[in-house]
C-alpha cells in the first residue's frame, strides 16, 4: 500500500518560513492536497492539486511537488499556524494520509 | 456552502457494531463521493472508506471486511456501519465530502463533519 512520510514536528521563529515535507513514492505524479487541523476540530484544507490555494487561506501557504517530495511552506509564520499538518493522495482507489507534523510558532 | 452534520453512539462495548450517520445539507449531495475517516486519540488521520450518488464503494483494504457506507439520497444522508469493533476503533470519527465524481485526478475533502468520539469499552 501507498505511504506517506512526514516529519513528527516542524518548529517555526514567528515571521519566518516554515516548510513541510511529505514523502512518497513518486508523489510527484499525483494530486497532493493539504490540511491543517488545530486541536478539537476538524482538518481544513489549506493547499489542494499540489499549489492551488482554496478561497479565504491566506498567499502565505504554498505548496509544491515533484520527484518524491511534495512540500508545503507556510511564510511569515503567524501563531495562528501552530497545529498539525497531514498531507494527502488517491492512490489506487484509496485515499491516503501523511503521517501528519506538529508545527510549533516560536 | 455545504454543511456536514453527523450523529451516532459514542460509547460501544467490544464486539458490537459501529452505527453513524451524516447529513448533508447547503450543496449538492449528487455527483461527488462521501468519505468516512476516523483519527484515533493523538494519533493521525485514517481514511475508511467512500460512496458515490450509484452507491459505488471503495474501502481501506484493511477495514473492508467489517466496514458497510450506505447512502439514503432521498434525505441526504450517508452512514457508515463497522462491525465486531474493539478497543482500536476507539476514535473520532469525521464524516466529509469528497471529490466530485467527474474531477480530473481527485479533488480533495473541502467540507467535514463536526467529528464523533467513538468509545470501545468494556
Known amino acids: 500500500s501507498y505511504e506517506l512520510t512526514q516529519p513528527l514536528s516542524v518548529s517555526v521563529a514567528l515571521g519566518q518560513t516554515a516548510r513541510i515535507t511529505c514523502g512518497g513514492n513518486n508523489i510527484g505524479s499525483k494530486n497532493v492536497h493539504w490540511y491543517q487541523q488545530k486541536p478539537g476540530q476538524a482538518p481544513v484544507l489549506v493547499i489542494y492539486r499540489d499549489s492551488s490555494r482554496p478561497s479565504g487561506i491566506p498567499e502565505r501557504f504554498s505548496g509544491s511537488n515533484s520527484g518524491n517530495t511534495a512540500t508545503l511552506t507556510i511564510s511569515r509564520a503567524q501563531a495562528g499556524d501552530e497545529g498539525d499538518y497531514y498531507c494527502q493522495v488517491w492512490d489506487k482507489n484509496i485515499e491516503v494520509f501523511g503521517t501528519g507534523t506538529e508545527v510549533t510558532v516560536l | 456552502q455545504v454543511q456536514l452534520q453527523q450523529w451516532g453512539a459514542g460509547l460501544l462495548k467490544p464486539s458490537e457494531t459501529l452505527s453513524l450517520t451524516c447529513v448533508v445539507s447547503g450543496g449538492s449531495f449528487s455527483g461527488y463521493y462521501w468519505s468516512w475517516i476516523r483519527q484515533p486519540p493523538g494519533k493521525g488521520l485514517e481514511w475508511i472508506g467512500e460512496?458515490?450518488?450509484?452507491?459505488?464503494?471503495n474501502y481501506k483494504p484493511s477495514l473492508r471486511s467489517r466496514v458497510t457506507i450506505s447512502l439514503d439520497t432521498s434525505k441526504n444522508q450517508f452512514s457508515l456501519r463497522l462491525n465486531s469493533v474493539t478497543a482500536a476503533d476507539t476514535a473520532v470519527y469525521f464524516c466529509?465530502?469528497?471529490?466530485?465524481?467527474?474531477?480530473?485526478?481527485?479533488?480533495?475533502?473541502?467540507?467535514w463533519g463536526q467529528g464523533t468520539l467513538v468509545t470501545v469499552s468494556s
Open positions: 460512496i458515490n450518488q450509484r452507491g459505488n464503494t
Open positions: 466529509a465530502r469528497g471529490s466530485h465524481i467527474a474531477a480530473p485526478g481527485r479533488d480533495p475533502f473541502d467540507s
